[in-house]
């Protein structure tokens, strides 16, 4: 299968749907929160039915769509949203290894820091110049609640965002590229005491970021009110105003290296799939 297109608005969308498949084209919906769909091409010709959605995005009101719903007996509600129940532990394990992984592996060494011996557990995952692992262990590592649970919102979102439209490696990709970078500039410009997934969070925000600029006729994987509130959160980490210790050095980074990595991205460079 391949994505063809983005909407914001699963009726419609669905309308357009059972209209290219009244033409030969079999097409199927996907949302994951009831309100955005994707549109993926199951077979057929890419270049009709790309031609075709055009056609919709011109004029999504037009009465054939409605009709081909009517003739295809879709109109009963068939697509069933994926958004209208939470289902979080069905996402869950619907999502690859690697944000599972991360996840798991995150809550595991908090509870064990918890409730076992800190400073020693710190000590195997802290960063160092001479062990190549512990480059990018410090992401695995959180000293509190808020901070666990505020890197792994986002990384589950963001990351899931990023593989499903550009596939598991481009996401292995990110992680490491933004984990050791922001790690090492965070040792670099201050010391070796922090931990965290925040950089590779700031990554993640920079990649969509910037992808979304270079490909503005697809739907945005993070919308500008996000972009907004994580750059100020990033501001502010640098005055102190909230009087929290932050790894900013590691946030910035971390944002800027997912900002190069989306620039040197191939435009439209979309998952496949076979």
Same mark, same amino acid.
């Given at each position: ?8 608005n699963p009726?419609l969308?669905?309308g357009?749907v ?5 033409q030969g ?8 929160d009831?309100?955005q ?8 010709d890419e270049?009709?039915a790309?031609?075709?959605w055009q056609q ?6 037009a009465?054939r769509?409605?009709?081909a719903?009517?003739?295809?007996g879709?109109t009963a509600?068939?697509?069933?949203y994926?958004?209208q129940?939470l289902?979080?532990?069905q996402?869950?394990l619907?999502?690859?290894w690697l944000?599972?992984g991360?996840f798991?592996?995150s %809550? ?8 076992g011996d800190?400073n020693?557990?710190?000590s195997l995952?802290r960063?160092?110049?001479d ?5 990018i262990?410090?992401t695995?590592i959180h000293?509190?609640?808020i901070h666990l649970?505020?890197n792994?919102s986002?990384w589950?979102?963001l990351g899931?965002?990023?593989?499903k439209r550009f596939g598991?490696w ?8 933004t984990?050791?970078t922001?790690?090492?500039?965070q040792?670099?410009?201050?010391d070796?005491?922090f931990g ?10 920079g990649f969509?970021? %910037? %992808? ?6 697809q739907l945005?994987l993070?919308?500008?009110? %996000? ?6 959160w990033?501001l502010?980490?640098f005055?102190?105003?909230?009087f929290?210790s932050?790894?900013n ?7 800027l ?8 991205w191939?435009?439209?460079q979309n998952?496949r799939?076979?």
């Amino acid at each position: 299968m391949k994505l063809i297109a983005h909407y914001h608005n699963p009726r419609l969308a669905q309308g357009a749907v059972d209209y290219i498949k009244t033409q030969g084209i079999e097409c199927i919906l996907r949302s994951h929160d009831g309100q955005q769909v994707e549109v993926w091409l199951e077979r057929g010709d890419e270049q009709q039915a790309i031609y075709l959605w055009q056609q919709f995005i011109a004029n999504p009101e037009a009465k054939r769509y409605q009709a081909a719903s009517w003739q295809t007996g879709s109109t009963a509600g068939l697509f069933n949203y994926q958004g209208q129940k939470l289902n979080l532990v069905q996402r869950f394990l619907t999502l690859n290894w690697l944000l599972q992984g991360v996840f798991a592996v995150s %809550i595991i060494v908090f509870i064990t820091m918890l409730f076992g011996d800190a400073n020693h557990i710190f000590s195997l995952f802290r960063f160092s110049l001479d062990k190549p692992w512990a480059w990018i262990t410090p992401t695995l590592i959180h000293f509190s609640a808020i901070h666990l649970i505020f890197n792994l919102s986002w990384w589950l979102h963001l990351g899931a965002q990023v593989s499903k439209r550009f596939g598991l490696w481009s996401l292995i990709c990110i992680y490491f590229v933004t984990g050791i970078t922001s790690n090492f500039m965070q040792f670099v410009f201050v010391d070796a005491n922090f931990g965290g997934l925040s950089g590779v969070v700031y990554g993640l925000l920079g990649f969509c970021w %910037i %992808i979304g600029h270079k490909n503005p006729q697809q739907l945005p994987l993070v919308s500008k009110p %996000i972009v907004g509130f994580m750059l100020l959160w990033m501001l502010f980490g640098f005055t102190d105003t909230f009087f929290i210790s932050m790894a900013n050095w590691a946030h910035l980074f971390g944002l800027l290296s997912g900002m190069f990595i989306a620039a040197c991205w191939p435009n439209n460079q979309n998952k496949r799939e076979a």
